[in-house]
């Protein structure tokens, strides 16, 4: 998942907003859309390294403190999500340099952690203590298969990350490209190839990436939510706009099509329909996915802000 871009001229503190922004647009898709969990830690660890430091400078940052901990808190929830999206977390965590204070690229031992715990309780009622170290062996075997292809696709979709980020369109295409000869039912994969293509101008040439990906989701509604989520990786806000609506003409009581819809209505400053899709979502979502009705919520309360400190602002005069 690529980076939003963020602009030259913004200070430290509206680098720091744009960061949470993104990364409250991407948390909610990690179960949609797993490849988003790399960039995403990515991201954490320049919020990580940013806010203490501007925080330092006498800056006050409470709002973004607020905000930053409550995604810490979403993410923790979504460990089980997280963990498969990433192949090879030893090799992850090298490549990021991660010391253990930045938690979040040791979901996976965390996650082994909770499971020991939990079969230690189950095999103790049942008397099986003796057996405690073989069962939990193979439930890790089960749980985290090591796939040599899967270790080096996942390579390749960090080094496409990598080119998206200086839009270095054709180099992320060929990585993908690689990405999807060794794990080919990946149809995320595809939905990047598609959208690559278009954006090398090449539209047609798109579509049969899309036809590939549509016969692995077989879900209209989550294709059209996929693709609009990449659109928005990448600043197309119309066209993945544009797919929120299909996926609700098909299903509009979908709170990701909702959420969606709500980011590329804000990317295109219509604050008014992007607070009553974030209040959608939160409807719909209550239930099945608080965390996404959160984070919802928690967008929905910013935009109303936004738009009153606007309101109490005065006109500007004419010259």
Do not use: C
Not at 118 to 129: D, E, K, P, Q
Not at 239 to 256: C, I, T, V, Y
């Amino acid at each position: 998942m690529a980076h939003d871009i963020v602009r030259e001229n913004s200070t430290p503190a509206d680098q720091v907003r744009q960061l949470l922004d993104q990364a409250e647009r991407t948390l909610p898709m990690l179960r949609a859309q797993g490849t988003a969990a790399s960039a995403l830690l990515t991201t954490f660890d320049q919020l990580w390294a940013q806010l203490p430091a501007l925080e330092q400078n006498g800056m006050d940052l409470r709002a973004e403190r607020g905000r930053w901990e409550a995604l810490q808190r979403a993410l923790r929830a979504r460990t089980r999500w997280v963990v498969p999206a990433i192949a090879a977390w030893d090799v992850a965590r090298q490549q990021a340099q991660a010391e253990p204070a930045r938690w979040w690229w040791y979901l996976d031992q965390t996650l082994m952690a909770e499971r020991r715990r939990t079969w230690r309780r189950r095999l103790t009622i049942v008397g099986a203590v003796t057996v405690l170290g073989v069962v939990t062996l193979l439930l890790l075997r089960h749980f985290f298969p090591q796939d040599p292809n899967v270790a080096a696709a996942e390579a390749h979709r960090l080094q496409a990350e990598r080119y998206i980020q200086v839009e270095d369109w054709a180099g992320a295409f060929t990585q993908y490209e690689q990405a999807i000869h060794l794990t080919p039912a990946e149809p995320d994969l595809l939905i990047w190839l598609g959208v690559l293509r278009e954006q090398m101008g090449e539209p047609q040439a798109a579509e049969p990436w899309y036809d590939q990906a549509r016969l692995l989701i077989a879900d209209p509604v989550r294709f059209y939510v996929e693709r609009a989520f990449i659109y928005l990786q990448i600043q197309r806000a119309a066209e993945g706009e544009r797919d929120a609506r299909a996926a609700l003409a098909l299903n509009d009581r979908s709170p990701q099509a909702y959420y969606v819809l709500a980011n590329a209505a804000e990317m295109q400053e219509r604050l008014d329909e992007a607070i009553e899709a974030y209040k959608r979502t939160a409807v719909l979502a209550d239930k099945d996915d608080p965390n996404l009705a959160a984070l919802a919520r928690v967008r929905m309360a910013m935009l109303l802000q936004a738009a009153q400190m606007q309101s109490m602002q005065p006109p500007s005069s004419t010259p």
